[in-house]
């Protein structure tokens, strides 16, 4: 009983979670791991606080970060690579103190695994050609907008203006 527990903690573990797209199908995201090496250069690209927040899967200051308030058109881009994740067109105020969005841009730029990390099971988002933490996905957002949150760091983000 021991083992079978240990190999399912272990499973669940590694597991990337099965998300369903925009067309209701089941889709099974496959998820980069970090190696040693990539560490250290993500520490050298890296700022303090995006390194904390990508690599080391932090978080930032609720209410205290660049673009919880941020109401610019434009798009957001991965602090990391450049790529493009999220609009401004469908950010929303949660009233988390996180930037909040109902959708990505597209679902090939980004992973949902589950998060075991605090003795609860959540959904994280990363980026899916680096396997850096975005932050979480949440069933909790606007009903008439598919009523997904997707709470972000500002610090895994740049903001490009359009």
Not at 10 to 35: D, M, P, W
Not at 66 to 80: I, L, R
């Amino acid at each position: 009983m021991r083992k079978l527990v240990g190999a399912m903690m272990l499973v669940s573990a590694i597991t990337v979670f099965s998300y369903k797209n925009s067309n209701g199908q089941a889709e099974r995201n496959k998820v980069k791991e970090i190696t040693a090496a990539e560490r250290a250069m993500w520490k050298e690209k890296l700022t303090k606080t995006q390194y904390h927040i990508m690599v080391e899967k932090g978080t930032e200051y609720a209410f205290r970060n660049e673009y919880y308030d941020n109401h610019d058109k434009g798009v957001y881009v991965s602090a990391a690579t450049g790529d493009v994740l999220f609009s401004s067109a469908d950010k929303y105020d949660s009233g988390t103190g996180w930037p909040s969005f109902v959708k990505p841009v597209s679902m090939d730029k980004i992973a949902i695994v589950e998060d075991n990390s605090l003795g609860i099971t959540r959904l994280e988002v990363v980026e899916k050609s680096t396997g850096l933490h975005l932050g979480h996905v949440f069933d909790d957002g606007p009903e008439d907008r598919g009523g997904k949150r997707y709470c972000l760091n500002s610090g895994a983000l740049k903001f490009i203006r359009k």
